[in-house]
C-alpha cells in the first residue's frame, strides 16, 4: 500500500465492517495517515515459511484448539459467539497472514484471559468479556492475540517448521519419520503449549510488548480506537482481583505494557484522533 493510505479509503475495512451492519467510523472522525502496520513489519524480518510450515502451523493449531475446548467449552450463547466472530473478523482482515482462516470463540470460564493458537484459532474467555466496556476494547484484545498468531510467537517456541523447513530439530522434522516417536514428540508438544496458554505464557516480553503493538496498529487500520487495550489494561490493572494477580504471574507487568503502548500511539501520531469504541452495540450483545 502507498504512503497516503488511508483507513477510510480501504476496501477491505468496509467489506470487513458490511458484515458487522454498520460502519465502524463516522464522517466526523478524524483518520490516521498511512498503514501503521505496515511500520511494525518494516522493522521485523519475515523468515522463509513455506506453504509445508503453515500446513503444519494449521494441523497443529486445530489438534490444540481441541485440547482448549476440552478445558473450557464454548459459552452457549449463539448470538454472543457470533458477534465476537464478526468482531474479529473485521480486525482480521488487516492482519498480513491473509493465508489463515481465524476463528474467534468464547470460552465459558470467569478467569480473565484471551488465547491464541498457530493456524489462527483465537479464543477470549467469559470473565474478559466480562470487563470490557465497548467493542473496540473486545477488539483490541482479539488483534493483540492475531498478533500472536501473524508472528509467529508460538510457532517459534515449540520450533513448528515442516520436514522440509530449515531447522533439523524442528517437529516437523519429527513428524516426518512417522511411528510412535512422531506421534509422542506432537503430543508432546501440544502439552507444552497448553502448558504456555494456561500456566507459564510465553515468558518473553519481547513477545508481548510486539503483539501489543500489532494490536494498536490492526486497531488504527480498522477504524477502532488505538488505546482501547490501554483503558481495558488501565481498568483491569486498578482491580486488584485473584484472576489480574495471575495474569501478571505470566505476562509483564500491566504498568510496562501500557507505558510501551502509550510511546508507541504517541509517536505514531494517534493519540489525538478520534476512531470507533462503540459501546452500545456491545451492550446490545454482551
Known amino acids: 500500500m502507498n504512503s497516503t493510505w488511508r483507513v477510510s479509503d480501504s476496501k477491505l475495512l468496509k467489506a470487513g465492517l458490511v458484515v458487522l451492519g454498520m460502519t465502524v467510523m463516522s464522517s466526523g472522525m478524524s483518520q490516521p495517515e498511512g498503514n501503521f502496520h505496515k511500520r511494525l513489519f518494516a522493522t521485523i524480518p519475515d523468515a522463509p515459511y513455506t506453504e509445508d ?8 493449531g486445530r489438534e490444540l484448539a481441541s485440547k482448549v475446548l476440552g478445558k473450557y467449552p464454548p459459552v452457549k450463547n449463539d448470538q454472543l459467539n457470533a458477534y465476537v466472530n464478526k468482531v474479529g473478523q473485521v480486525v482480521a482482515q488487516m492482519s498480513e497472514r491473509s493465508e ?11 478467569i480473565i484471559n484471551a488465547f491464541a493458537a498457530p493456524g489462527g484459532y483465537i ?21 493483540h492475540e492475531i498478533g500472536h498468531v501473524e508472528l509467529r510467537h508460538y510457532v517459534k517456541k515449540v520450533k513448528l517448521r515442516s520436514a522440509k523447513g530449515n531447522a533439523e530439530d524442528s517437529l516437523g522434522a519429527v513428524l516426518s519419520g512417522g511411528g ?33 503493538r500489532t494490536s494498536v496498529f490492526l486497531l488504527a487500520n480498522a477504524g477502532y480506537d488505538p488505546t482501547a487495550l490501554m483503558r481495558y489494561f488501565n481498568r483491569i490493572e486498578k482491580n486488584q482481583s485473584e484472576q489480574v494477580q495471575i495474569l501478571s504471574e505470566t505476562h509483564p507487568p500491566l504498568t510496562e505494557r501500557i507505558n510501551e503502548m502509550d510511546t508507541l500511539i504517541e509517536q505514531n501520531g494517534l493519540s489525538n484522533i478520534n476512531l470507533a469504541k462503540l459501546q452500545e452495540r456491545f451492550n446490545e450483545y454482551h
Not at 100 to 110: E, Q
Open 123 to 143: 479464543f477470549i474467555t467469559k470473565g474478559a468479556l466480562n470487563n470490557i466496556e465497548d467493542e473496540s476494547e473486545l477488539a483490541a484484545i482479539l488483534a
Open 180 to 212: 510412535r516417536a512422531a506421534t509422542q514428540a506432537f503430543n508432546e508438544a501440544l502439552d507444552e503449549t497448553m502448558e504456555i496458554l494456561f500456566n507459564k505464557g510465553l515468558q518473553s516480553k519481547k513477545d508481548e510488548f510486539e503483539a501489543d
Open 53 to 60: 510450515d503453515i500446513a503444519t502451523e494449521i494441523l497443529f
Open 100 to 110: 489463515l482462516k481465524y476463528r474467534f470463540i468464547v470460552l465459558d470460564t470467569d
